[in-house]
Structure formats: C-alpha cells, structure tokens
C-alpha cells in the first residue's frame, strides 16, 4: 500500500516537500511515480525514477520546479516542489509501475497502479 504525504496550503512561490511511503511492498525494484489529478480532468504523470534512481522523467509543466528522488532503503519516494503556482493545485498521488507495455517508455502512465490515498496541494495566488 502506498501512502502520500506532506501536502498543505501555500502561496505561490513557496516550496513544498511529498513523501510516499509503501507498506507490505518492497517497491526498490519499480519505477515509482507522482501524478497529480483535479477535479474533471484526468490523472497526469508529473514525475517518474527508474529503480536506481538513474532515470527521471518531469512533465513539461514542472520541469526545472519539480525534484523526484527515492530512498530504496526506506521504501520512499519524494516530490520536491519549489516556485509553486496555483496551476500546481490538485490532489498527488504516488504509484509503482506494475506493468511494462511492449515498445512504450519506462514512464508510460497507464503502466503505473497500486494507487494509495493521494494528498492534497492548495496554491494560492
């Protein structure tokens, strides 16, 4: 099971720091990644890390603001967020890649599942 943390309610600019934690999985060995979701739209990829930690992958929109990293030792993910903006508002979740679709990227959204209970990022203006 996975479970995010650290969301709250900051203004624009400020950072923000998301911890994911599994229990009962030792996800060291699966890519892991962090979407996000708001209310009428769908779940979008905003990052992924390759097992090692070797490999990242940014959505456009939050290159260069967004830091993902893992811990394999504490069976952690992190999503460092800084120069928030109030498009950056919605519900995150982390997620293991369970699945690996022939001829498609590491990152490939609809390979990721064991959706646990998301955390909530308000940016006000």
């Known amino acids: 099971q996975l479970q995010a943390s650290g969301g709250g309610l900051v203004q624009a600019g400020d950072s923000l720091g998301l911890s994911c934690t599994a229990s009962?999985?030792?996800?060291?060995?699966?890519?892991m990644g962090w979407f996000r979701q708001v209310p009428g739209k769908e779940r979008e990829l905003v990052a992924a890390?390759?097992?090692?930690?070797?490999?990242?992958y940014y959505a456009d929109s939050v290159k260069g603001r967004f830091t993902i990293s893992r811990d394999n030792t504490k069976n952690t993910v992190h999503l460092q967020m800084n120069s928030l903006k109030p498009e950056d508002t919605a519900v995150y979740y982390c997620?293991?890649?369970?699945?690996?679709?022939?001829?498609?990227?590491?990152?490939?959204?609809?390979?990721?599942?064991?959706w646990g209970q998301g955390t909530q990022v308000t940016v006000s203006s």
């Open positions: 997620a293991i890649r369970t699945r690996h679709t022939y001829n498609s990227m590491w990152y490939n959204p609809p390979d990721f599942g064991s």
């Open positions: 009962g999985l030792n996800v060291s060995t699966y890519p």
């Open positions: 890390i390759i097992w090692n930690g070797r490999y990242t």
